[in-house]
């Protein structure tokens, strides 16, 4: 199975901060990844697909990078609502595997 | 507005069998994949399964393979996950998803509100 690796598992910004997080993959997965983005006892929210594309109706704060084996997602002006986990996915190879996620905390 | 609504959900003894639900609506169903994802209690996202909108084949995550089931009924906007022989790992929040496409890709656009399974004697 391709292990998706996110760093770091957690962080603290503040409001107004350029933050940038990365998933790694064990091996080569191309563009295929998407990120989302997951509050407690909330179902997940799309974000990003194709390693860069911007889902529907997502600010363009959000954006995503990466192709191979290295991706970042970075959110260029954190906002009180982007205090969350987020995820990768890969679906290059079965299974489909997810990161363990990135928790951003308020500082 | 398109919408997932999971049921089905609840408490089994290990062992047991459950079938859970996603009724969609709002977009035409045939023509998406659709996926189901799950949670743990406190840990992060597993896939659990896929189904092509184009010709019904079906993926599964090595965990559940050969005891989940997944299936569609397009006539009636229905996804199932027919769960069987469950295990206490199998306790988890289950997330209907919709993908961007109408073959499987880990991209999915909308998900429902999830429903709890709990596996326990």
């Known amino acids: 199975d391709i292990q998706m690796t996110q760093s770091p598992s957690s962080l603290s910004a503040s409001v107004g901060d350029r933050v940038t997080f990365t998933c790694r993959a064990s091996?080569?997965?191309?563009?295929?990844l998407g990120w989302y983005q997951q509050k407690p006892g909330k179902a997940p929210k799309r974000l990003i697909y194709?390693?860069?594309s911007l889902q529907s109706g997502v600010p363009s704060r959000f954006s995503g990078s990466g192709s191979g084996t290295e991706f970042t997602l970075t959110i260029s002006s954190l906002q009180p609502e982007d205090f969350a986990t987020y995820y990768c996915?890969?679906?290059?190879?079965?299974?489909?595997?997810f990161g363990q996620g990135t928790k951003v905390e308020i500082k | 507005e398109v919408q997932l609504l999971e049921s089905g959900g609840g408490l089994v003894q290990p062992g047991g069998s459950l079938r859970l639900s996603c009724a969609a609506s709002?977009?035409?169903?045939?023509?998406?994949?659709m996926s189901w994802v799950r949670q743990a209690p406190g840990k992060g996202l597993e896939w659990v399964s896929s189904i092509s909108g184009l010709d019904g084949t079906t993926y599964y995550a090595d965990s559940v393979k050969g005891r989940f089931t997944l299936s569609r009924d397009n006539s009636k906007n229905t996804l199932y996950l027919q769960m069987n022989s469950l295990r206490a790992e199998d306790t988890a929040v289950y997330f209907c998803?919709?993908?961007?496409?109408?073959?499987?890709?880990?991209?999915?656009?909308?998900w429902g509100q999830g429903t709890r399974v709990t596996v326990s004697s």
């Open positions: 091996q080569g997965i191309r563009n295929d």
């Open positions: 709002g977009f035409t169903f045939s023509s998406y994949a």
């Open positions: 194709a390693a860069s």
């Open positions: 996915l890969q679906h290059n190879t079965y299974p489909w595997t």
């Open positions: 998803a919709k993908g961007l496409l109408i073959t499987p890709r880990g991209y999915f656009d909308y």
